[in-house]
């Protein structure tokens, strides 16, 4: 007889817009798989400036974009063929990032504190701290959620902070 607290395990949560909106701690598991994935994806093996981070959060927590992005490939042309396929896709980012930048920053704040991500300050580069994941089953919108999240993360490392605020219409 399995204990309550396999059951509780083995079930997977589904989460609202809101409950994921909302919640630092998801917001820290997004940022982290961004870095990790910009790091892993970079030429340099270099983590993102600081500032590449406030557009993550609305990318990945708008429910349209966030399924878009996170059906594509890891390939650099990936991100130029999720506008090419829908040019509404981006559209209000600017406002979205400035709406979540009190998230994205206490998601951050929970990275440096428990000691996910690391920040330099000479550099203002972030790096990721340790790659292991643990064993855990998310739910099917979570998992797109962080898909999106590590295909950011490559397509941003070939690209160049000027790049990006042009595709994206976005000033920092």
Same mark, same amino acid.
């Given at each position: ?62 429910? !349209?974009?966030? &399924? ?5 490939? #890891? ?6 063929? @999720? /506008?090419? =396929? ?22 951050? !704040?929970?990275? &440096? ?5 690391? #920040? ?6 972030? @790096? /990721?701290? =340790? ?42």
């Amino acid at each position: 007889m399995a204990s309550r607290m396999e059951r509780v395990n083995r079930r997977k949560i589904e989460l609202s817009e809101y409950d994921i909106v909302q919640n630092y701690i998801i917001g820290s598991h997004i940022l982290r798989e961004f870095v990790k994935f910009y790091q892993r994806y970079s030429q340099e093996n270099i983590g993102p400036e600081l500032i590449l981070t406030m557009p993550i959060l609305p990318l990945v927590l708008n429910k !349209s974009s966030s &399924f878009e992005i996170s059906k594509r490939h #890891y390939i650099e042309g990936g991100l130029m063929k @999720t /506008i090419y =396929d829908d040019k509404t896709l981006y559209v209000g980012l600017q406002n979205r990032m400035e709406k979540m930048y009190d998230l994205s920053l206490k998601s951050l !704040s929970m990275c &440096f504190s428990s000691g996910l991500l690391n #920040y330099d300050k000479n550099t203002s580069r972030l @790096t /990721i701290i =340790d790659e292991a994941n643990p064993n855990l089953q998310y739910a099917e919108n979570y998992k797109q959620i962080l898909r999106a999240s590590r295909r950011l993360g490559a397509w941003f490392a070939k690209l160049s902070i000027e790049e990006l605020t042009t595709i994206f219409k976005i000033k920092f």
